[in-house]
């Protein structure tokens, strides 16, 4: 046999103990931090995706796994979690809408008569129902409507005379979201600054008037209170200087959100960015909730500069957020408990809402709190996790691609594996 030279067998040597060295590192790295290699693996097949997952380590957060973080895509329905910081950032998680009934100056009378119409005034409030309605569809966080009507025969009222007037101006006439497809009506009813059962019709149907369906409803629970109406339902403007007569204030916002987020409600995320732009800049229109929703993340330098907020539920496709921007939202909620907390709380957990089938291993469901997102081509997932260790994350997945069940399971996959603190000690990402 011939025998090679010498300088070649040490040069082999060290070529083989190379080899081994940088086998191991590279397993090493890779068991450290099993997150970035999943998102890496389906990027490379899939590469319209933002995602950004940091750790957040006492000293400031740490990135564990990235693709493009800063690339703003269509963000399906995490978008609800723009919508749900900045509404807090704007009313609070205390904040109540007031649904009124007013009486002109001076129409009332003796025997609890009221001369001439009543006006029912919209205050936005996404959740004002019949108690029907909120036992089937808004899981009993409804405004009952009844309760209103109870309010004014509480407070003397025992007859109108000159019907209901229903003022809705609170908010423009827009009924849909900014380039919206046209079967989203389906998606999202009619939106407008009173609605009673999210303006469904008894037979399941859109309302076709908002403000008439919302005074018919309101007749029929005074006359069942024992107020006598006569007189018809119209829409209109309330009387200045009128006389309240009765009041029903909904749940807190923080309530209303844990409906929202758990069932991913499109109705209350739209009526919620009206309510941001009636509230906090003095006119009720999309355009004007999602500008001040910019730019409360922007005096937060959490906006990226290709963002573009259209609507508040992310209907549309023309909605672009990245995955920095969640997960700076995020990150704020961390460190500004006063509102951050309702915003995390309002999150669904594994095995709730719509993450009742997925994220349900018994060390995931309970450390999670977690948004989903779904429109064609697009699929996303953002919220907070604590693995068994203790140790907090924020993660942002958007992932613009026609695989969506390969996106999810590969979504679903990374955020076990922080869960069960598999990225607990890895090294951040340049």
Known sequence: MRRRPRRALVALAAAGALAIVGASVGTATAQANPV????????????????????????????VASWKPETSLAPASTMKIVTSASTLLTVGPDFRF???????????????????????????????????????????????????????RENGTRRITGGVVVDETLFDRERMGPMWKSDYRWECPPLSGIATNQNRADNGSNVASPAIAAGQRLVAALRKAGVSVSGRVRAGRDAPGGEVIGQVRSQPIG??????????????????????????????????GTARAENLLREREILQASDNFVDGSGL??????????????????????????????????????????????????????????????????????????????????????????????????????????????????P
């Open 316 to 429: 549309s496709h023309s909605n672009r957020v990245s995955a920095a921007t969640l997960v700076g939202v995020l990150r704020a909620a961390q460190a500004e408990p006063e509102w951050g907390d309702a915003l995390i709380r309002s999150l669904p957990q594994g095995g709730e809402g719509t993450l009742i089938r997925r994220l349900k291993g018994p060390q995931v469901r309970k450390r999670i709190h977690a948004k989903t997102g779904y429109i064609n081509g697009v699929a996303s997932l953002a919220g907070t996790v604590v693995s068994t260790s203790g140790t907090p994350y924020a993660f942002a997945f958007l992932m613009n691609t026609p695989d969506i069940g390969g996106a999810q399971r590969t979504m679903d996959k990374a955020v076990t594996l922080l869960a069960t603190g598999r990225a607990d000690d890895a090294p951040g990402l």
């Open 36 to 63: 970035e290699s999943t998102v890496d693996a389906f990027a490379r097949k899939n590469p319209t995706i933002s995602v950004l997952v940091q750790r957040l380590d006492p000293s400031g957060p740490v990135t």
């Open 255 to 288: 309530r209303i959100l844990d409906f929202m987020n758990a069932h991913s409600d499109n109705f209350t995320a739209e009526t919620l960015t009206k309510g941001m732009g009636a509230y906090g800049a003095g006119t009720g229109a999309t355009r004007i």
């Open 98 to 152: 007031t649904t009124r009934l007013e009486a002109a100056p001076d129409s009332t009378g003796p025997a609890g008569t009221v001369a001439g119409p009543a006006y029912l005034i919209g205050a936005g409030d996404p959740m004002l129902a019949t108690r029907a309605y909120s036992r089937s569809g808004l899981d009993q966080l409804g405004t009952p409507i009844e309760e209103l009507a109870r309010n004014v």
